[in-house]
């Protein structure tokens, strides 16, 4: 999606060391979600956020923390990498400037693939 | 825990045929939809059902849903090889938060 940019694209870091991956969005969504991609578990969120400054836990948040100080940006932070987070991250925006219709579809960035060694 | 699961896992078709693929899920849910990723890129949005809904066209793409059996199937007409990627299924259920769960995918490989 041309409106959500994902920084890095690739990154290899060392078991024990942070780690930040920024998602932009330029959609002026409200709603931003982080989800980790593995073969055989299809997408599981992380977090997400439903406003600045607002965010809560996903399915598999330990282990993982997340900030938004703007609407645009959305940062999940690994604070020690462990070899089990080396994965496929992806950011996605959802819905306009409120909360999102219940047919609104996610729009995703095309993911940062992170290698833990 | 996963709410949508595809199946099959992987198919492999010639140019021309139709391809189908299926997702079960657990709970009730608003609406489903389908996510086309191709490699090493985002996924992309689809064709979104609403729970109300039993059957929804657009293009070469058919969609049905079976809220009694919580299953839905995505056929593509006359594939190509360009449709080639992975296809998901995601549910969105009424939650505050609303994300979308997603299944685990199907491959699907068109041969030229």
């Known amino acids: 999606d041309a409106g959500i940019t994902q920084s890095p694209r690739h990154k290899v870091t060392e078991t024990g060391t942070p780690v930040t991956l920024r998602c932009h969005q330029t959609e002026n969504h409200r709603y931003m979600y982080w989800y980790r991609q593995d073969p055989g578990h299809g997408l599981r969120l992380i977090h997400y956020?439903?406003?600045?400054?607002?965010?809560d836990k996903g399915e598999v948040s330990d282990g993982y923390s997340v900030s938004r100080s703007k609407t645009e940006d959305f940062l999940l932070t690994l604070e020690s990498a462990t070899s089990s987070q080396t994965s496929v991250y992806f950011c996605?925006?959802?819905?306009?400037?409120?909360?999102?219709?219940?047919?609104?579809?996610?729009?995703f960035g095309n993911g940062t693939r992170l290698t833990v060694t | 825990s996963q709410q949508g699961e595809e199946d099959p896992q992987a198919l492999s078709i010639q140019e021309g045929e139709n391809a189908t693929m299926n997702c079960s899920y657990k709970?009730?849910?608003?609406?489903l939809q389908w996510y086309r990723q191709n490699s090493g890129r985002g996924l992309v949005h689809l064709i979104l059902i609403r729970s109300n809904e039993r059957e929804k066209h657009s293009g070469r793409l058919r969609v049905t849903l079976d809220t009694s059996k919580k299953s839905s199937s995505l056929l593509i007409t006359a594939s190509r090889a360009a449709d080639t990627a992975s296809y998901f299924c995601a549910t969105d259920t009424d939650t505050g938060r609303r994300a979308l769960t997603f299944g685990s995918g199907t491959r699907l490989q068109v041969q030229p």
């Open positions: 956020s439903y406003g600045v400054k607002d965010t």
């Open positions: 709970t009730s849910i608003n609406n």
């Open positions: 996605a925006t959802r819905g306009g400037q409120g909360a999102p219709a219940n047919d609104s579809p996610l729009h």
